[in-house]
């Protein structure tokens, strides 16, 4: 299935990917070589859970999330 993602604190800003059928939210950055517990992914304006099925046609937010001290 297809799913056009938007990234943000990425150099490359837009992607279409091709995913399973079965693809869960991390399967995303996982697809893009992003360690899933690096960022966070959205639909709209809601953060998406992990093990949260992903739909064809989807268009999902990846960002970067930022940590430290």
Do not use: N
Request: proline share 7%.
């Amino acid at each position: 299935m297809r799913v056009h993602a938007t990234l943000h604190g990425f150099a490359e800003k837009e992607r279409t990917l091709e995913v399973a059928e079965d693809a869960k939210a991390d399967d995303a950055p996982r697809a893009l070589g992003i360690r899933p517990e690096l960022v966070l992914v959205f639909r709209g304006d809601r953060p998406l859970p992990s093990d949260e099925p992903l739909v064809d046609g989807d268009r999902i937010r990846i960002l970067r999330v930022v940590s430290g001290g």
